[in-house]
T-cell receptor
Framework: AQKVTQAQTEISVVEKEDVTLDCVYE???????LFWYKQPPSGELVFLIR??????QNEISGRYSWNFQKSTSSFNFTITASQVVDSAVYFC????????????FGTGTRLTVIP | DSGVTQTPKHLITATGQRVTLRCSPR?????VYWYQQSLDQGLQFLIQ???????AKGNILERFSAQQFPDLHSELNLSSLELGDSALYFC?????????????FGSGTRLTVV
């Protein structure tokens, strides 16, 4: 069975602080995809990143970075120098590489960036 | 604009009624997925169609059904609605059935049951 845990329900930071959102996953598959999505107050799901389990290289995109550690089944997301526009709910998700490819979502972390 | 179109954006209806949510996938995508986001259950997968055929089923209630038409648009039918069915319903599409590359979500339909 696939499971994604986001233990942080809500996080508040002051603008320009760095913040890390944690994601821990469970799967018996040896190959899988991991995702992060952003859901701003407007409600849509905005794709941020997809990571193949083959590739443990960390990734940086502007102020965003992702740390994938297969040994600890974690895929953490860091926002550097946070901005008010980063305020949203962030979801981590998992999908299988073979078979049904629906996404299994965590419960989300609500990030509030205070100006 | 993600290319996945969901209509209507908002829907308010009474308990016991039936509604239909519509999704047009991104051009070229053959696979359509439906997800429900509720306060109780979070974001959960309901059902997937690929090129007109049901491919995978998640936690979809028997009161709910879906189909994908020859033009690849999909409809999610919700019947005998209960207050607990109030949720944001997302449609997503992808090019193939077994590949999550290019997985794209629509902006959702917010259903309120009163």
């Amino acid at each position: 069975a696939q499971k994604v845990t986001q233990a942080q329900t809500e996080i508040s930071v002051v603008e320009k602080e760095d913040v890390t959102l944690d994601c821990v996953y469970e799967t018996r598959d040896t190959t899988y995809y991991l995702f992060w999505y952003k859901q701003p107050p407007s409600g849509e799901l905005v794709f941020l990143i997809r990571r193949n389990s083959f590739d443990e290289q960390n990734e940086i995109s502007g102020r965003y970075s992702w740390n994938f550690q297969k040994s600890t089944s974690s895929f953490n997301f860091t926002i550097t120098a946070s901005q008010v526009v980063d305020s949203a709910v962030y979801f981590c998700a998992l999908s299988r590489l073979t078979g049904a490819n629906n996404l299994f979502f965590g419960t989300g972390t609500r990030l509030t960036v205070i100006p | 604009d993600s290319g996945v179109t969901q209509t209507p954006k908002h829907l308010i209806t009474a308990t016991g009624q039936r509604v239909t949510l519509r999704c047009s996938p991104r051009s070229g995508d053959l696979s359509v997925y439906w997800y429900q986001q509720s306060l109780d259950q979070g974001l959960q997968f309901l059902i997937q169609y690929y090129n007109g055929e049901e491919r995978a089923k998640g936690n979809i209630l028997e009161r709910f059904s879906a189909q994908q038409f020859p033009d690849l648009h999909s409809e999610l039918n919700l019947s005998s609605l209960e207050l607990g069915d109030s949720a944001l319903y997302f449609c997503a599409s992808s090019p193939r059935a077994y590949e999550s590359y290019g997985y794209t979500f629509g902006s959702g339909t917010r259903l309120t049951v009163v």
